[in-house]
């Protein structure tokens, strides 16, 4: 029995029950020549019936329910049974007629679904012509080599810079195959020089099948050059006629290259001559003579390429340099010339060249300075007689070729007085008691005859003849002796002239010095130099002020006619230095001291005025505003400067304001001018101000750094070493002690003292702060007595709570020795001087030893250089935070000036100085 009757025999055979059926794909679409699935799910189903697959009706494939497997089957399907109730159909690659309406049939029940069948794109073609002249427009044309289904992507790409390409869309060409069409994209691009040789790609693709094809076509543009040509040889060269030059004109570029490149230079006979430089570069040469068209008429390049779009052409002028033509002197007026009088003498040329000839004139062969066309001679002298002038014009091409172009010579013919000449010179010295012999000539035009010459002596007396003769010579023949000449001179008449001489008169000695600018630390050198006669000068130190005022003579080094002196250099060395020489012969006022000023200017970083610290605590209550300065003398002037709190940067209220400074120059102090930097706090608060402040002040020798530290005002801090001097008398003691932090006002140091053992203290003395060691004397006491001193300082509002405080004892009194009656008078007198000579020596020389000098009792500060002493006892600080805390005290006592003394770092009284007076007796 045949396989289709024997289905439909199953057919149509009873079945006791019915069942539903679903159908599946396993996509909505299927590819060609890919493999497809699809599912069929029944329900109720009887073992004994066939499961069937149809394709428009047709059966494909057949189950077996009963024995779960393919019962029959077209070639290239598949059909078997799956999990519970599934049954599946596989077709192994589908065809074209596989686009169909595809059922699966289970007895009665069935269900169907459409698969649309999708295919292609299979490759791609472009068409059209890919040979193209920079900027036409180019048509390819990209078509699909195979029907495709659904419509195809088609795009345009330059795959030689990556981007894409703007093409028509996807369009179908012709009837349909299949259910596919034929599809074509346009691409119309407008091409430029540089996409020759790019690759243009059109690529052809389906989201459907994931068939991806391309094809490509490589562009072929033909394009002229993208630059003009380019002349060259002589960029960095002048030009002179005559010479031989080659110009060369390069064209670069194109596609093809040029192949005719037309070259012509004014008055150049030879053809030019094109050679290839490279594969795209053509350059043609010119050889020819310049000549000075070049200057106005061009050289010009031209090339065409074969496409014809445009002339390329180029053109460069070049300046020539050619020599002038030199012609005569004009002169005017006409010769002779009288002296005193004008003239003008004129060179004239044919041509003046380029560049523009200048000129240039000689006088006997020697060039003078003027450098124009006409050379004016005025106020004429004897010595412009019988020169030879001459032109001569010059420009860029005379010098560079060496040429020399001058005109013939002119002799000038001046008519001037005698100029006269006597021997020996007009200044002589002569020694009484020696004869003189003098002889008197001239020069002239006309020359002066002999009878010309007289000799005239100041007293009246004439000698004729050119030779003046005196056997012996004494002192009433000093004086002044004229040799006059004369001589005719034609139309201009009578002509003389003169010449006297003199006894030479020594004169006092020219001084003159270097001024000196030199940098602080390196070796400087003052020096001056004096002439005279005679020559044995003899030189002070030198006198060194500063703006006027005294500070020191100093000492050089003498080597013949010069003085000097040598020094490592200091700020303190600037001012002027003051150089007095003499010979013993007094200048034109009188003087006999010459004087030259040499001024010294030492550069060196900012100096601190007199009175500034680099260091120091300053005070100020709360809420008082608060301006921390510091004074500068800075030479040369500073270049910045900056405040800093810790390591904050302070900027803003900020000022630097010129103002006089006090110096101290080698110990004299001296006014100049400074600068002030302030920082302007405001209202002090003490959490957010307090602290150490620091200002660097710089110039282009060095920076100098000082720093403030900023404390809440309290009462001051006790003095330290405080000391009893050892030049003790029988009714006085001398005290020394050293200030310290005035809590932030002006402060005084209280002085009390008692007798040992006594429990009443006496008040001395109340002294101001004058910023510096102090040394009072405290007298009216009572000899070979022990005291106990007190010291304790105190503000305009606090008072130190503690005291420091010595012990000290006055000398016995010396021995009373009675005088004899009998004593004379001298005696009496003379003893007592003599031992109070010889005591008041032993004192002194003993305290200048020790650094002493004298002050007086009433508070003022004795300098002197310190000397060591031992310690003695002090009383301990108490502090509260850091603030000296204590009870004002002494409210009856004068309030102390204002001092500005302020302290940052404290010195330990063993490693102190002080400073010790001396005895006044």
Same mark, same amino acid.
């Given at each position: 029995?045949?396989?289709?009757?024997?289905?439909?025999?199953?057919?149509?055979?009873?079945?006791?029950?019915?069942?539903?059926?679903?159908?599946?794909?396993?996509?909505?679409?299927?590819?060609?020549?890919?493999?497809?699935?699809?599912?069929?799910?029944?329900?109720?189903?009887?073992?004994?019936?066939?499961?069937?697959?149809?394709?428009?009706?047709?059966?494909?494939?057949?189950?077996?329910?009963?024995?779960?497997?393919?019962?029959?089957?077209?070639?290239?399907?598949?059909?078997?049974?799956?999990?519970?109730?599934?049954?599946?159909?596989?077709?192994?690659?589908?065809?074209?007629?596989?686009?169909?309406?595809?059922?699966?049939?289970?007895?009665?029940?069935?269900?169907?679904?459409?698969?649309?069948?999708?295919?292609?794109?299979?490759?791609?073609?472009?068409?059209?012509?890919?040979?193209?002249?920079?900027?036409?427009?180019?048509?390819?044309?990209?078509?699909?080599?195979?029907?495709?289904?659904?419509?195809?992507?088609?795009?345009?790409?330059?795959?030689?810079?990556?981007?894409?390409?703007?093409?028509?869309?996807?369009?179908?060409?012709?009837?349909?195959?299949?259910?596919?069409?034929?599809?074509?994209?346009?691409?119309?691009?407008?091409?430029?020089?540089?996409?020759?040789?790019?690759?243009?790609?059109?690529?052809?693709?389906?989201?459907?099948?994931?068939?991806?094809?391309?094809?490509?076509?490589?562009?072929?543009?033909?394009?002229?050059?993208?630059?003009?040509?380019?002349?060259?040889?002589?960029?960095?060269?002048?030009?002179?006629?005559?010479?031989?030059?080659?110009?060369?004109?390069?064209?670069?570029?194109?596609?093809?290259?040029?192949?005719?490149?037309?070259?012509?230079?004014?008055?150049?006979?030879?053809?030019?001559?094109?050679?290839?430089?490279?594969?795209?570069?053509?350059?043609?040469?010119?050889?020819?003579?310049?000549?000075?068209?070049?200057?106005?008429?061009?050289?010009?390049?031209?090339?065409?390429?074969?496409?014809?779009?445009?002339?390329?052409?180029?053109?460069?002028?070049?300046?020539?340099?050619?020599?002038?033509?030199?012609?005569?002197?004009?002169?005017?007026?006409?010769?002779?010339?009288?002296?005193?009088?004008?003239?003008?003498?004129?060179?004239?040329?044919?041509?003046?060249?380029?560049?523009?000839?200048?000129?240039?004139?000689?006088? /006997?062969?020697?060039?003078?300075?003027?450098?124009?066309?006409?050379?004016?001679?005025?106020?004429?002298?004897?010595?412009?007689?019988?020169?030879?002038?001459?032109?001569?014009?010059?420009?860029?091409?005379?010098?560079?070729?060496?040429?020399?172009?001058?005109?013939?010579?002119?002799?000038?013919?001046?008519?001037?007085?005698?100029?006269?000449?006597?021997?020996?010179?007009?200044?002589?010295?002569?020694?009484?008691?020696?004869?003189?012999?003098?002889?008197?000539?001239?020069?002239?035009?006309?020359?002066?005859?002999?009878?010309?010459?007289?000799?005239?002596?100041?007293?009246?007396?004439?000698?004729?003849?050119?030779?003046?003769?005196?056997?012996?010579?004494?002192?009433?023949?000093?004086?002044?002796?004229?040799?006059?000449?004369?001589?005719?001179?034609?139309?201009?008449?009578?002509?003389?002239?003169?010449?006297?001489?003199?006894?030479?008169?020594?004169?006092?000695?020219?001084?003159?010095?270097?001024?000196?600018?030199?940098?602080?630390?390196?070796?400087?050198?003052?020096?001056?130099?004096?002439?005279?006669?005679?020559?044995?000068?003899?030189?002070?130190?030198?006198?060194?002020?500063?703006?006027?005022?005294?500070?020191?003579?100093?000492?050089?080094?003498?080597?013949?006619?010069?003085?000097?002196?040598?020094?490592?250099?200091?700020?303190?060395?600037?001012?002027?230095?003051?150089?007095?020489?003499? /010979?013993?012969?007094?200048?034109?006022?009188?003087?006999?001291?010459?004087?030259?000023?040499?001024?010294?200017?030492?550069?060196?970083?900012?100096?601190?005025?007199?009175?500034?610290?680099?260091?120091?605590?300053?005070?100020?209550?709360?809420?008082?505003?608060?301006?921390?300065?510091?004074?500068?003398?800075?030479?040369?002037?500073?270049?910045?400067?900056?405040?800093?709190?810790?390591?904050?940067?302070?900027?803003?209220?900020?000022?630097?304001?010129?103002?006089?400074?006090?110096?101290?120059?080698?110990?004299?102090?001296?006014?100049?001018?400074?600068?002030?930097?302030?920082?302007?706090?405001?209202?002090?608060?003490?959490?957010?101000?307090?602290?150490?402040?620091?200002?660097?002040?710089?110039?282009?020798?060095?920076?100098?750094?000082?720093?403030?530290?900023?404390?809440?005002?309290?009462?001051?801090?006790?003095?330290?070493?405080?000391?009893?001097?050892?030049?003790?008398?029988?009714?006085?003691?001398?005290?020394?002690?050293?200030?310290?932090?005035?809590?932030?006002?002006?402060?005084?140091?209280?002085?009390?003292?008692?007798?040992?053992?006594?429990?009443?203290?006496?008040?001395?003395?109340?002294?101001?702060?004058?910023?510096?060691?102090?040394?009072?004397?405290?007298?009216?006491?009572?000899?070979?007595?022990?005291?106990?001193?007190?010291?304790?300082?105190?503000?305009?509002?606090?008072?130190?709570?503690?005291?420091?405080?010595?012990?000290?004892?006055?000398?016995?009194? &010396?021995?009373?020795?009675?005088?004899?009656?009998?004593?004379?008078?001298?005696?009496?007198?003379?003893?007592?001087?003599?031992?109070?000579?010889?005591?008041?020596?032993?004192?002194?020389?003993?305290?200048?030893?020790?650094?002493?000098?004298?002050?007086?009792?009433?508070?003022?500060?004795?300098?002197?250089?310190?000397?060591?002493?031992?310690?003695?006892?002090?009383?301990?600080?108490?502090?509260?935070?850091? @603030?000296?805390? &204590?009870?004002?005290?002494?409210?009856?006592?004068?309030?102390?000036?204002?001092?500005?003394?302020?302290?940052?770092?404290?010195?330990?009284?063993?490693?102190?100085?002080?400073?010790?007076?001396? @005895?006044?007796?």
């Amino acid at each position: 029995m045949m396989l289709s009757q024997l289905l439909s025999a199953l057919l149509l055979m009873p079945f006791a029950s019915c069942s539903d059926v679903t159908l599946n794909g396993s996509s909505e679409y299927a590819v060609l020549a890919k493999p497809f699935q699809f599912t069929c799910t029944t329900t109720n189903s009887s073992l004994a019936n066939l499961l069937i697959f149809k394709r428009n009706n047709d059966i494909v494939c057949t189950v077996s329910l009963k024995r779960c497997e393919q019962f029959s089957a077209t070639p290239g399907y598949i059909c078997g049974c799956g999990s519970s109730g599934d049954y599946y159909m596989t077709i192994t690659m589908i065809r074209l007629w596989d686009n169909a309406s595809w059922a699966c049939q289970h007895k009665e029940k069935s269900e169907s679904l459409l698969l649309p069948v999708y295919f292609g794109p299979v490759g791609v073609n472009i068409s059209g012509n890919n040979q193209v002249i920079a900027t036409d427009d180019l048509t390819l044309i990209c078509t699909t080599t195979s029907y495709v289904s659904p419509t195809p992507v088609l795009t345009w790409r330059n795959s030689t810079d990556g981007s894409v390409l703007s093409g028509s869309s996807s369009v179908p060409v012709g009837p349909a195959h299949d259910g596919g069409y034929v599809y074509r994209s346009t691409l119309i691009l407008t091409t430029q020089w540089y996409q020759d040789n790019n690759t243009i790609t059109c690529e052809g693709s389906s989201i459907k099948t994931q068939d991806n094809v391309s094809e490509s076509v490589l562009l072929d543009i033909t394009y002229p050059p993208q630059n003009r040509p380019s002349i060259y040889g002589i960029e960095n060269t002048p030009l002179y006629e005559g010479d031989t030059i080659t110009l060369m004109c390069r064209v670069t570029g194109g596609r093809p290259v040029v192949s005719k490149i037309i070259f012509t230079c004014p008055e150049a006979s030879q053809n030019s001559t094109t050679t290839n430089n490279g594969s795209d570069t053509r350059v043609t040469s010119l050889t020819f003579s310049v000549t000075r068209k070049l200057t106005s008429e061009h050289c010009l390049c031209s090339a065409e390429h074969s496409t014809g779009k445009c002339l390329l052409t180029a053109n460069i002028t070049k300046d020539v340099y050619y020599p002038p033509i030199i012609g005569t002197v004009s002169v005017f007026p006409t010769l002779p010339w009288v002296e005193g009088g004008n003239g003008s003498l004129t060179c004239v040329l044919s041509d003046v060249g380029n560049p523009e000839a200048t000129y240039i004139w000689y006088r /006997n062969n020697i060039t003078i300075l003027n450098t124009n066309q006409i050379w004016p001679l005025s106020a004429l002298k004897d010595s412009d007689n019988s020169i030879d002038v001459k032109c001569q014009a010059e420009n860029q091409f005379t010098i560079d070729k060496h040429l020399s172009l001058e005109s013939p010579p002119v002799t000038l013919n001046v008519f001037f007085s005698p100029q006269v000449e006597i021997s020996p010179p007009v200044r002589v010295t002569v020694i009484e008691g020696t004869p003189l012999s003098v002889n008197c000539t001239s020069t002239s035009n006309p020359p002066t005859p002999p009878t010309g010459y007289q000799w005239a002596f100041e007293s009246g007396i004439e000698f004729n003849g050119s030779l003046l003769f005196i056997s012996n010579v004494d002192r009433s023949d000093h004086g002044e002796y004229t040799c006059n000449a004369t001589t005719q001179a034609g139309s201009f008449g009578t002509m003389s002239g003169s010449e006297t001489i003199d006894v030479i008169v020594n004169y006092a000695p020219d001084v003159s010095g270097n001024n000196v600018t030199q940098n602080e630390t390196k070796r400087a050198t003052v020096r001056c130099q004096a002439d005279g006669r005679p020559g044995n000068v003899t030189f002070s130190p030198f006198v060194h002020t500063w703006r006027g005022q005294f500070i020191r003579n100093v000492t050089g080094t003498k080597t013949g006619g010069q003085y000097e002196k040598r020094f490592t250099s200091r700020f303190e060395d600037s001012g002027l230095y003051a150089c007095e020489v003499t /010979n013993g012969i007094a200048d034109i006022r009188g003087e006999i001291q010459q004087v030259a000023n040499i001024s010294v200017q030492i550069n060196a970083s900012p100096k601190l005025a007199v009175g500034m610290r680099r260091d120091e605590r300053f005070g100020k209550e709360v809420g008082d505003s608060v301006t921390l300065f510091r004074t500068f003398y800075i030479q040369p002037r500073y270049t910045n400067y900056s405040w800093l709190k810790g390591e904050q940067r302070l900027s803003s209220r900020t000022h630097v304001v010129e103002t006089p400074v006090q110096l101290d120059i080698y110990g004299v102090i001296v006014e100049d001018m400074g600068f002030n930097f302030t920082l302007n706090i405001g209202g002090f608060d003490s959490k957010l101000d307090t602290g150490r402040y620091a200002l660097t002040v710089c110039n282009v020798i060095n920076c100098q750094a000082t720093t403030i530290v900023l404390v809440a005002a309290g009462a001051p801090d006790q003095p330290t070493q405080f000391r009893s001097l050892e030049n003790v008398s029988t009714n006085a003691v001398w005290l020394s002690w050293q200030p310290r932090f005035n809590g932030g006002f002006p402060q005084q140091f209280v002085v009390e003292f008692r007798k040992w053992g006594s429990q009443a203290w006496t008040y001395f003395n109340t002294y101001s702060d004058t910023g510096a060691k102090q040394v009072v004397k405290v007298d009216n006491l009572h000899p070979g007595e022990t005291y106990e001193f007190q010291l304790h300082a105190m503000n305009t509002k606090y008072e130190s709570e503690d005291r420091v405080s010595l012990k000290a004892k006055t000398l016995m009194d &010396a021995p009373n020795h009675e005088t004899p009656a009998d004593r004379t008078l001298i005696v009496g007198v003379v003893v007592p001087v003599l031992l109070l000579a010889i005591i008041t020596g032993v004192i002194t020389a003993v305290l200048w030893k020790k650094g002493c000098t004298c002050v007086n009792t009433e508070n003022e500060h004795m300098p002197s250089e310190s000397v060591q002493s031992e310690d003695t006892e002090s009383t301990p600080f108490i502090y509260i935070d850091d @603030i000296p805390v &204590a009870t004002p005290k002494y409210s009856h006592l004068q309030r102390p000036i204002t001092v500005s003394y302020t302290e940052l770092e404290i010195t330990s009284p063993d490693s102190s100085e002080y400073v010790a007076p001396c @005895i006044l007796i």
